[in-house]
């Protein structure tokens, strides 16, 4: 492990040496070759991050648009599409490629991400062949440009209460859809304001004769929204205007007034209206109808995760970079000042993120595995599927929510370390932070991902209670008997499992053990398991008392929040250690283990408050991890440099010339 | 106390009801007409918002100095100077008037930072009545634009190893000023890019023969930058060209090749330089010149801390506002959806933010209080006032620290409360983040400030010490018997006031006295007190096992600026404890009481680790204190929009016509 020109410290400590290419290696994983060609991309477009900030917002719109084109025609961008339509037919390659490009300009990649992910993606997953035929080839070039008019203005998160209706016409055999209130308009919606011609429109069905209409939930349809550039007859469109980021991507409002589209516009993979206008679904239960339409559109939340993880990789890169160069204040000598890099507190800043960052890039390659295998078709039809599909589900917004709110974190804390350079934008920091910012909201806020995850949890993704709301969430778990939620989340075994790891059973005062990646897990474990039986019997206690149940779940609410966000940094951890687990002996090996560490400790460090009300820290241990965790940072500090040139950012991606020069 | 209305719960708890009027008057404070002034400026000069978005930069430049220059003429930015340059005589008046400032533009706040705080400051503390009869009356009102050439790439906060050189030519009787290397160019300097005509530069003073040039240390001079808009002879100016935000605030370069001014350039009302070149000032020691001359430019950092903390009550109106409006999600009912504020979760992330900015405003009224007295000489000089100065600019070190960071991490979280809206322009986040995000870095680096501060506590701001610098500290106080800091810092004392305050001595397991401020403040003080021992213990022991003095400094950082920290929260608190003490019984006194208890509690439980790491808080109490934050924040909600509206925020500046409607 240790190499021939490093001396081994008394404590037998060797301080490893990364081999950078052998490290990027690993992290581009087996779409080296799709990350290497969005590299290239990248840098022959290196432009478009100097354009974002001379160009008008309207030129920069255009722009924006001519590079996703010009990408798409590299293949790029349709890797996900089926072969027959001049799609790469392979979806893991598709979201490294999305992650990739988040290395550049994010309004790019967002474009792509509304064209190719949420337009694209409805019409190939909600569609049939059909609709295939009539607009895959041509989306995937870009020639066909749409939209997906999903969220309202007064429904964002709660599609299933959106307010657009799309009633049947039996006699014209045509949907009719409507914005029946002002909150119902569309908002927010990409390549609505100047360049989609389509929109895929999420509305309420309505069938029936108007004497006895039927409300079947809300479906998507093909709209025409724009005519030769115009709008088309009863669409209104308007812009949103300017954004706090991502002005190359043109968003808008749209009401539709009476818009009569054909029968054949419902996208009918999952139910169908017959020409006579009865409705028609293999999928009887309307609530599970509803969520598994939705759960054929959860590529878009893996990409934005692994978009977040990687915008936050390029913030890094730069204040790391800056940390080794820049020098402030007299410390160890009164003959020059100190690198950044060398205070201990620079070091606390950077240096958990980056390990944060790798935790998260391993977390994020098992989903994007897993959307890969559900969505290939590799997994058995059938219960089992259903049963991969929702774990998928679960864990893509868990993903997602980390890694989003990681950017922003990182990002933010890149800027305040590279102090007043920082401000200026040709330092990167300012279009990533505008950005990257709303990532925490699209694709789904991140508190409501987290509730969905916690749903999951209680109902042990139980099939009969997948599609349960907030409120049917408290009357379920309050139904149950609180055991049965506590014996299956299993935390007496848990409690077990983690006192047999540490020999001295609860006199858990020595600091043996804080290295061993089964106790992290361990605590991480018990941790999750805690908190949702907590839940669970808060919940209950609540009903007893004869609450509401919006009530109870409003005095639960950050309980359930944090419950998930404990489990899903619980998988984060798993996918580190398994990742480390899996190498070689040698130097990657003992620098990855100290930063799989770091990133645990740290972990707990950050909720030790927690670990000691819940008797599974002791005061001692708690100060020890806090000593490890600075003792861990002063080890990986000569590794900082090569750890972030690993991630492979083209350095045009990087510009900050007086930063990383 | 009760209102005829409120009928008083089961425990006898009578919701209050707010007089916001009355709240806002006291709020305001003595300068609610100063106040009030600004806020019709600002609501004159509204469409400055839409201006920001839609003019280049290089016309929003133009814009933001014709609106400085017509608020100069109202008298607004002009209060701090003297009566007869045509100023109003009042440092706490220019103080409150720059706080309201932050409700609109930050651009045109930043603008009048410069040119009246920064530049004009310069010249009045700095200069004597030669400057001031010279230059204050025509910079008071717009009409002589200068910057403040202070910053260097290469020296951002380490201002005493700045490389810019002026060196007195005794024979031409001139000072010829140099930047020495690429390091020493000025940068970031605010009005330098396109509207100074003069430069206040602070440049190393060198004088004496050329065989035997002696260092004087830094030293500020008046240069003449600008000629009829163009650079003037030897100096070169280059663009910063574009920022995060503040896009109206030229900032630049400045590099000057041999610039010769005259001998009456330097500002010389603490050091002098005869004709014949003999360096001549009344306060011997060059550490504490420096720091005296740097001392006097306080006002700034007071006026920033100000800014930021009125930036964050813009964001907490309009994301208080549209909870009150927005719903989401059926939760109470199927009938209706919840209101945002409704939601535990949400009540969380928005209270305890408006409770710590009502603390930082009244503790920021403190510290704006204490400038104005020391600068008015309303205390008696010698001694006592320099110990005045000198926790002044402790505290204004502090407040300007929190108060920032609180601005950062409020904007964000609003913003993310507000989901997609949020992202629009039209709804100011994007122009309160981007414009905000420098004031951590700019007028003192947030960490290097709370060094600053750890500083003088350790040193119990003895004089002989207060110019210090890292190095110096740590071998000042390692040289001192660690007892002596323990003994000053009286760590002792505290623990037993703390345990007095607590009936049951050690055994705190009831919650009991959780609402008592004196049980609160004890908390607070004893951390921080705690902190400043373990700090001094921790250098003494370094330096005890032979380590260098900046590795120890470095292994203790985020010890130093923890302790730090604690401090200023606890002055912070202590202004809010103040204030509530002095109000008469009434509805006023019980609604800020509630906002002080949930600003203490949520102070500690955000930290409570600490305190169950130092033995100040058991399991039980710790969990009852999180539990008290959300019961406080239950009582607080329907205070909520009212606790907003006492910030008599124009409307005009607050936008968001979706949101706030």
């Known amino acids: 492990m240790a190499t021939d020109t490093a001396a081994p410290t008394p404590t037998g400590y060797v301080q490893p040496e990364i081999d950078v290419p052998a490290l990027t290696a690993l992290l581009d994983g087996r779409y080296a070759q799709v ?21 008008s917002m309207s030129d920069f719109r255009e722009r924006v648009k001519e590079v996703v084109v010009e990408m798409a025609a590299t293949g790029q961008t349709g890797m996900g599409f089926p072969e027959e339509y001049g799609g790469g037919g392979d979806i893991g390659a598709s ?15 967002v474009k792509v991400g509304v064209q190719f992910g949420l337009f694209g993606g409805a019409i190939l997953q909600l569609g049939t062949k059909h609709h295939h035929d009539a607009y895959l080839a041509d989306l995937i070039t870009g020639k066909l440009m749409g939209c997906f008019a999903m969220t309202e203005t007064g429904h964002g998160s709660n599609v299933q209460a959106l307010g657009t209706v799309a009633t049947y016409d039996a006699e014209a055999q045509e949907f009719v859809i409507t914005t029946t209130t002002e909150e119902a308009r569309k908002d927010y919606i ?24 039927a409300s079947q939930g809300v ?16 669409v209104r469109i308007e812009d949103d205007g300017l954004k706090m980021g991502l002005n190359g991507v043109d968003n808008g409002r749209i009401w539709f007034d009476q818009v009569r589209v054909p029968r054949t516009a419902l996208l009918n993979r999952f ?17 599970r109808r509803f969520f598994t339409m939705l759960g054929t559109l959860v590529q878009g939340r893996v990409c934005v995760g692994g978009g977040g993880i990687n915008a936050a990789k390029v913030a890094l890169a730069i204040a790391t970079r800056y940390a080794v160069r820049r020098r402030q204040f007299e410390a160890t000598s009164d003959e020059h000042e100190e690198l950044l890099l060398d205070y201990g507190m620079h070091q606390r800043r950077l240096l958990p993120l980056i390990a944060r960052t790798y935790a998260l890039h391993f977390a994020q390659e098992v989903v994007a595995g897993q959307l890969h295998d559900v969505f290939s078709g590799t997994h058995a039809p059938g219960a089992e599927d259903d049963q991969a599909r929702r774990e998928l589900e679960s864990r893509a917004a868990g993903t997602k929510a980390l890694g989003t709110w990681h950017a922003t974190r990182t990002i933010q804390e890149c800027r305040e370390a590279c ?54 969430m408290v009357r379920f778990v309050t139904g149950l008997a609180v055991e ?45 398991e805690h908190m949702l039986a907590g839940v669970a019997r808060r919940l209950k206690r609540g009903i007893d008392q004869d609450l509401n149940p919006g009530e109870v779940f409003s005095l639960v609410q950050d309980h359930v929040i944090a419950a998930a966000h404990a489990h899903v940094e619980r998988l984060v951890l798993e996918a580190f250690v398994d990742k480390t687990r899996s190498l070689p002996d040698g130097d990657l090996k003992v620098a990855l283990n100290l930063l799989c560490d770091l990133f645990a400790l740290s972990t707990i460090e950050a909720d030790r408050a927690w670990f000691m009300e819940h008797g599974r820290l002791t005061v001692p241990r708690s100060k020890a991890i806090s000593r490890e965790v600075s003792s861990l940072c002063r080890k990986i500090r000569p590794l900082a440099v090569p750890l972030v040139d690993a991630w492979a950012i083209p350095p045009e991606m990087l510009r900050s010339p007086d930063l990383v020069g």
Chains 1, 2 share one sequence.
Do not use: C
């Open 484 to 528: 049965t939620v506590i014996e299956r989340t299993s935390v007496h075994k848990l409690l077990e499992r983690v006192r047999d790891l540490l020999p001295s059973g609860d006199e858990w005062d020595q600091e043996a053990g804080l290295l061993d990646p089964d106790y992290q897990l361990a605590m991480l474990r018990f941790r999750e």
């Open 190 to 213: 990409g390549n609505a304001a100047e360049h989609a011609e389509l929109a895929v429109v999420f509305a309420q069905l309505e069938v029936g004769p108007e004497s006895g209409r």
């Open 219 to 234: 479906h998507a349809f093909v709209v025409p929204i724009r005519v030769d550039g115009e709008p088309a007859p009863g």
């Open 95 to 109: 979201v490294a490629a999305f992650e990739t490009l988040a290395y550049g300009d994010l309004s790019v990649l």
């Open 271 to 287: 139910a169908d209206v017959t020409a006579e206008g009865t409705y028609e679904s293999p999928i009887e239960n309307p609530n």
């Open 35 to 55: 990350r290497d060609l969005v590299r290239a991309n990248l840098t022959e477009y290196a432009s478009i991050l100097v354009d974002a900030e001379e160009l």
């Open 419 to 472: 102090g007043g350079a920082g401000y200026l934008s040709v330092n990167r920091f300012a279009a990533l932070k505008a950005d990257s910012d709303i990532f925490t909201t699209f694709e789904g806020d991140n508190h409501v991902l987290l509730q969905l995850v916690a749903k999951g949890l209680l109902t042990d993704y139980a099939s009969e209670f997948e599609d349960l709301d907030q409120l049917g």
